[in-house]
């Protein structure tokens, strides 16, 4: 095995990925922090229970990758769902969402949510199985196999995903006798999760696990009251639907079922977006004259910002949208990252005390001059002459718009802080979980191919910046929002993948952007897509559109300066 710095380990046939790892740990010719979970072999990501059969060049992953961070809680819900059946074989695990800070909330289906003593139980039981660094083991069956497996377990989840499957045989995993399917990779023994606890919350319980850049904290969690809100309400709107996993709505779709699932899935978004128009409507007569709208990447921010900016005209609410960038420093003032780059993403690349200063004037009824950044020169310009009338609010969009410090000078009683982002999405089955962030870096691959002519390699290779980016500057501050709206829609996977799967299928192979495509390729080939009679089913008004193209608001433009009635000049 050639390691990335060149040095060779040989040992006999049949030697594990992970014995060669633990070999040159030992030299000292790799750190034993972060543990390492998994590795890439000429260009493929293998799990550590992996055989080569022939000389390889190997990188490992470890668990603060995200490829490794990923197969720490994989496991990590293997281990609580062998700990579960193993002290109550009649409770059924569900593990629903991720939290911020590092877990799942999970519950029992059809059960009370458990208590301390019986958390306390599982999550002892959990560690006694890790302290016996119990063997994780994966074995190919025929489909057959499998299906009599879950059948007779009553996993009802599994059995409806599987109807999609393609092929004859199924990889399971087993662990102490129980076998579950998982659409990614696995560590090779129990004793490789060793933090981990269980808590109690509302409704259910939570399985915390380190965030992905530590491998050895747990972080102290934080209420997340609004989250949960979200949360409840997502589930609420499954059940209305019929919709609790890519399973069923794979037989909706098969069914021809799936217009009514699009126009419901819909309507709650537009019902939800219209609430927060009214809410501000009524803000407005308590003194709110700014709307901040922030959110991650490929959120749907620019359509949920036309599409309230509809909803409060319609409420006799004009809204007067202010771009933040051009409140830019002048470019040799713009701050720099560690790699010496222009960091336009920091707080201070905004000329903040100008920005305070302008929507202050602007509140108190003053005409204005707006500043317009020049892009090509790097300096700010003179732009429109604006005044705030009595009908209008103030509408700001960017990645600072919950941070306190960007409108430290105002008064927060004037402010109306909303939060856009996807915060649910469905699951494939009860123990495999569809990340969201994964759904929306599959939101950005099609609409940068799209609208900017990107590749997927491309968008692949800046995600891990945009995340790191968006846990700097946007997920600290959600629980300052007023609103949460969470943009997530239940047959998006199905609507996404005919357009995502070509150009993920385009990425070239031994390159660390073909390992991500191929993980995504996997879970997609889970769902089944619409043809091109249902695509034509979704609204030109939806915010999927932003993404997959065809939105009757691309070019609409609500409330901009051009055409708003308050421009003097």
Request: glycine residues 6%; contains cysteine.
């Amino acid at each position: 095995m050639t390691l990335p710095d060149g040095r060779v380990l040989a040992a006999p046939h049949g030697t594990t990925l992970h014995t060669l790892f633990q070999a040159a740990v030992t030299n000292n010719w790799l750190p034993a922090q972060p543990p390492i979970a998994a590795a890439v072999v000429d260009g493929r990501l293998r799990e550590l229970s992996y055989v080569p059969t022939r000389d390889i060049s190997a990188s490992p992953i470890t668990v603060v990758d995200p490829d490794g961070a990923r197969i720490y809680r994989r496991s990590l819900v293997l281990l609580l769902v062998v700990a579960v059946y193993e002290l109550y074989p009649d409770l059924i695990v569900d593990v629903s969402y991720a939290i911020p800070n590092g877990g799942y909330f999970c519950k029992f289906l059809g059960c009370p949510p458990p208590d301390e003593a019986m958390l306390a139980r599982i999550e002892q039981h959990m560690r006694m199985i890790v302290t016996a660094d119990s063997p994780i083991t994966r074995r190919v069956v025929p489909l057959q196999e499998a299906l009599q497996i879950f059948e007779q377990r009553g996993d009802h989840d599994k059995l409806r995903l599987l109807e999609s499957r393609n092929r004859d045989t199924l990889a399971l995993y087993e662990l102490r006798g129980y076998q579950d399917y998982y659409y990614g990779y696995m560590l090779p023994s129990t004793g490789h999760l060793q933090h981990f606890r269980l808590l109690p919350t509302g409704g259910g319980f939570i399985l915390q696990y380190p965030q992905q850049d530590t491998s050895d904290t747990l972080t102290p969690l934080t209420g997340q009251s609004k989250m949960d809100v979200v949360f409840k309400e997502a589930n609420e709107a499954l059940d209305r639907l019929g919709v609790m996993d890519v399973g069923r709505l794979n037989q909706i779709t098969r069914t021809h079922g799936i217009q009514e699932v699009i126009l419901i899935a819909e309507a709650l978004q537009e019902q939800h977006i219209g609430n927060i128009a009214q809410d501000i409507a009524q803000r407005i007569h308590h003194g709110v004259k700014l709307i901040t709208i922030a959110g991650p990447s490929s959120s749907g921010k620019t359509t949920f910002s036309k599409r309230l900016a509809i909803q409060l005209m319609a409420l006799g609410i004009q809204p007067l949208t202010i771009e933040l960038d051009n409140f830019f420093v002048d470019r040799e003032h713009t701050p720099r990252d560690a790699n010496g780059d222009y960091d336009f993403e920091a707080l201070e690349a905004i000329n903040l005390p100008l920005l305070n200063d302008v929507m202050h004037r602007l509140m108190a009824g003053e005409e204005v001059q707006l500043p317009k950044f020049n892009f090509f020169t790097g300096k700010g310009e003179a732009g429109a002459a604006v005044r705030l009338l009595p009908n209008q609010i103030i509408v700001t969009e960017g990645i600072h718009g919950l941070n306190p410090r960007l409108f430290a000078a105002l008064p927060h009683s004037n402010i109306h802080h909303l939060y856009v982002s996807m915060l649910t999405q469905l699951n494939l089955d009860r123990h495999n979980r569809v990340s969201t962030s994964d759904v929306r870096l599959l939101r950005r691959i099609v609409r940068d191919a799209r609208t900017r002519g990107y590749s997927a390699s491309d968008t692949i290779s800046r995600w891990q910046s945009v995340r790191r980016g968006e846990t700097r500057n946007i997920f600290p501050h959600q629980e300052n929002a007023d609103a949460l709206f969470d943009s997530g829609l239940t047959y998006e996977l199905a609507a996404l993948r005919p357009f995502a799967e070509p150009l993920l299928q385009q990425v070239t192979f031994g390159t660390p952007q073909h390992v991500e495509a191929n993980r995504l390729l996997s879970f997609l080939s889970w769902v089944e897509p619409l043809n091109s009679e249902q695509l034509a089913m979704i609204p030109d008004t939806s915010l999927l559109r932003e993404f997959i193209g065809g939105s009757v608001l691309e070019r609409y433009h609500p409330g901009t300066l051009g055409t708003n009635q308050s421009q003097t000049n």
